[in-house]
C-alpha cells in the first residue's frame, strides 16, 4: 500500500497529464479542422500541430509507463524506453525549429542569409518536420542499441560470475553512451534554440534603439512582435529545464518508483511541460480564440450566445 505523500503525488501527476493531453487535444482539433477545411496550415501551425501531438503522446507513454511500473504488471519497459527517446528528441527539434522560425521571421537584421531565409523558411518547414522524425528514429535506434548492448553485458557478467567489474562497466557504459547522445540529439537542439533566443533579444534591443533615435513610440507592431516571440520562448526555455532534470535524473537511474520524490519530480517537470502547453494556446491568436468561443458554448445557456459567437462556432465545424 503506497503512503500518502505518494498516493497523493500519484493523483495530482495523473490530474496534470489527463489535463495537458486534453489541451494538446484541443489544439490538434482546431488546427486538424483548419487543415481540412483549407488543406493547408501556416508554417507555426504545422509546428505547433506536431508539437501537440508529440506531447500528447508524451503524457500518455508517461502515465502509461509509470503507473505499469508501480504496479508491477508485466510490461516491455525497454519499449516504453525507446519511444519516450523518440518522442522526447522529435519534441526538442520541433522546439528549436519553432525558435528559429520567430527569429527569422520577427528579427530586423539586415544580413543576406537572413533575407533568403526570410522568403524560404515557410517553405522548408515540411522538410525540417520530416527531419524532426528522422532525428527522433535516429534516437529511437541508438537507444534500442544501448539498452541491447547492456542487456548483453548483463547476461555475459552474469554467467561469468564477475559482478562487481560488471558494475563498473555498466556505469561507464551508461554515462559515455548516453552522454554522446545527449550531445547529439538533445543538446544541439538546446543549442539552436539558445541561438535563436539570443539574436532575438539583440534584435529587439537594436530596433528599440532605432526607434528611440527616429523619436517614436515604444508600441510599433515590431516591438510587439519580438515581446510576444520573447516571451513564448522564455516559457519554452522553462519547459526545456524540466525536460533536462528529466533527462539527468533518468539516465543516471536515480529513481525509486515506490519514492514520493519520484513522483513529487514527475508532478514538477510535468507540470511544467503542461504550463507551457497553456502558454502556446495563449500565445497563438487563431487558438486563443477557438479557446475563448469553446469557453462561452459550454459556460453560457444556448440564449445567451450572441450572433456572431454563433456563427464562429459554425466556422470551425
Not at 103 to 131: E, T
Not at 136 to 153: D, E, F, K, V, Y
Not at 184 to 204: G, K, N
Not at 233 to 254: A, D, G, P, Q, V
Request: proline share 3%; charged share 10%.
Amino acid at each position: 500500500m503506497p503512503s500518502t505523500p505518494t498516493l497523493s503525488f500519484m493523483i495530482i501527476f495523473c490530474l496534470v497529464s489527463l489535463v495537458s493531453m486534453l489541451q494538446n487535444s484541443f489544439v490538434i482539433i482546431v488546427l486538424g479542422k483548419e487543415w481540412v477545411q483549407k488543406r493547408v496550415l501556416p508554417a507555426a501551425d504545422m509546428i505547433v500541430a506536431s508539437l501537440a501531438s508529440s506531447r500528447f503522446c508524451l503524457h500518455g507513454i508517461a502515465t502509461l509507463s509509470n503507473l505499469l511500473a508501480f504496479f508491477d504488471f508485466c510490461y516491455q519497459a525497454n519499449l516504453f524506453g525507446v519511444l519516450w527517446d523518440f518522442i522526447t528528441t522529435l519534441i526538442f527539434w520541433l522546439t528549436a525549429w519553432l525558435a528559429i522560425f520567430y527569429c527569422v521571421k520577427v528579427s530586423v537584421f539586415s544580413h543576406p542569409i537572413l533575407f533568403w531565409l526570410k522568403w524560404r523558411i515557410s517553405r522548408l518547414i515540411p522538410r525540417l518536420l520530416i527531419a524532426s522524425l528522422i532525428m527522433g528514429g535516429l534516437s529511437a535506434i541508438i537507444s534500442a542499441t544501448g539498452n541491447n548492448i547492456a542487456t548483453q553485458m548483463t547476461i555475459s557478467q552474469g554467467l561469468q560470475g564477475n559482478y562487481c567489474t560488471f558494475g563498473y562497466l555498466s556505469l561507464d557504459f551508461y554515462w559515455y553512451y548516453y552522454l554522446s547522445h545527449a550531445v547529439l540529439m538533445w543538446f544541439t537542439p538546446f543549442f539552436l534554440f539558445l541561438v535563436s533566443i539570443t539574436l532575438l533579444m539583440f534584435s529587439l534591443y537594436q530596433h528599440v534603439g532605432k526607434m528611440r533615435d527616429h523619436r517614436l513610440g515604444p508600441c510599433d507592431p515590431h516591438t510587439q512582435a519580438h515581446t510576444m516571440a520573447l516571451k513564448s520562448l522564455t516559457f519554452f526555455f522553462i519547459f526545456y529545464i524540466c525536460f533536462f532534470l528529466s533527462l539527468i535524473t533518468s539516465s543516471t537511474k536515480i529513481k525509486t518508483i515506490q519514492s514520493y520524490w519520484y513522483w513529487a519530480r514527475e508532478v514538477i517537470i510535468y507540470m511544467g511541460i503542461s504550463l507551457n502547453s497553456i502558454i502556446l494556446v495563449l500565445s497563438n491568436p487563431k487558438l486563443r480564440k477557438a479557446l475563448r468561443i469553446t469557453l462561452r458554448m459550454y459556460m453560457l445557456p444556448d440564449h445567451k450566445l450572441s450572433r456572431p459567437w454563433t456563427k464562429g462556432v459554425s466556422a470551425l465545424k
